[in-house]
């Protein structure tokens, strides 16, 4: 059987992913290393509160969801996305080693013959999109070594890579997977068009941001910013890419608010500063902004 991705990780963050592309029409496929979990899918069942078990059921009846413990289907799918843990290490740095160890074992699976919709050409080259929180890097040098090592493939000629931050919302039950607005940067041009193709079908909004170090930034910040994303985002990444060294004014005109739908202008002053110092200053102005807003 072909599909058109794998979740690996079927966590907080990979089950309901995985679940919205079902949902949306791709036949998906769940890898995990827990054999509870592919034992609890299988049967139906949800081992997550606020995913129904209906939900579940429901996508694996239908046979748009299956799951495994077998990487070597890793062959069958066009796409691979990774949703597995990096705890916090003791110099509280995200711990990248499950990465590593999920490009490792899917390496050996990655050349284009052996999977994907056929084309003219050939096989459909395979996409990888990490979405573990992790810091600037990860993906275009980590990531990108473990599969290029272990495939004999090269990055953007044989595969592609991306990023993509993960957008849960623990602490809103009435999130919705496709309704939050996903951030998605990609290694080459080509990498981002096919990453935005593979979201496209499940997500509503994309936010294309131009490498996969911006995109791991952002993953980084995420959860501090739930609300405000693509004020953050744009000013964060110009702040990246501009590579500040001289006294500069960032002016941003703030279009979308979700929650507030307000549009708004901030200025901010930035003198021989790290993108971190930045970051921090852009984080108090958006709050009071924020706080200004809500007592209008
Ligand atoms: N849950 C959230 O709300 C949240 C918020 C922000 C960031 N994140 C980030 O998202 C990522 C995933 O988090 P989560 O909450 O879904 O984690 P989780 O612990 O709920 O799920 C991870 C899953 O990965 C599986 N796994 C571990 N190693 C594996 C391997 N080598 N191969 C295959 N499967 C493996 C585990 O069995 C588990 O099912 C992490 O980087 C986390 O920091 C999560």
Redesign the pocket.
């Known amino acids: 059987m072909k599909f058109d991705l794998s979740i ?8 309901p992913l995985g679940l919205q592309f079902a949902k949306s029409g791709c036949r998906v496929l769940g ?4 054999p509870a ?1 592919i034992k609890e899918i299988e049967a139906g069942r949800s081992y997550i509160r606020h995913i129904p078990a209906e939900d579940v059921s429901m996508q694996v009846k239908a046979g748009r969801f299956s799951v495994s ?1 077998d ?1 070597s289907k890793i062959r069958d799918c066009e796409a691979v996305v990774i ?5 916090l290490n003791k110099n509280r740095e ?1 711990d990248i080693s ?1 990465i590593l ?2 490009g490792e ?1 899917i390496a050996p699976f990655l050349r284009p013959e052996n999977g994907g919709q056929k084309t003219e050409g050939g096989g459909r080259k395979k996409l990888v999109v990490l ?4 810091y600037p890097g990860t993906t275009d040098e980590d990531l990108r070594m473990v599969l290029e090592k272990g495939s004999g493939l090269k990055v953007g000629v044989d595969f592609h890579l991306a990023f993509s ?2 957008r ?3 602490g809103n039950p009435q999130s919705k997977v496709a309704e939050i607005p996903k951030v998605v940067g990609g290694l080459t041009p080509t990498c981002l068009e096919r990453t935005k193709e593979l979201y496209g079908k499940a997500i509503k909004k994309l936010v294309p941001v131009s490498s996969t170090r911006a995109a791991e930034l952002v ?1 980084k910040e ?2 501090l910013v739930m609300d405000i994303p693509l004020l953050y985002l744009v000013v964060m990444l110009t702040v990246l890419e501009a590579e500040v060294e001289e006294e500069v004014v960032l002016t941003y005109h703030v279009l979308e608010f979700p929650f507030l739908q307000v549009e708004a202008e901030v200025e901010v002053e930035v003198t021989q500063i790290q993108a971190s110092a930045v970051i921090q200053e852009i984080q108090e102005v958006v709050l009071e902004l924020l706080h200004i807003i809500a007592y209008l």
Do not use: Q
Not at 8 to 15: A, D, P
Not at 83 to 87: H, K, N, R, S
Not at 131 to 134: H, K, R
């Open positions: 690996i990780g079927l966590g907080y963050v990979g089950l890898l995990d290393i827990d979990k413990s990487f949703c597995v843990p990096t705890p995200p499950y160890k999920t074992a979405e573990s929180t992790t931050p993960e849960e919302d623990p993953g995420n959860l």
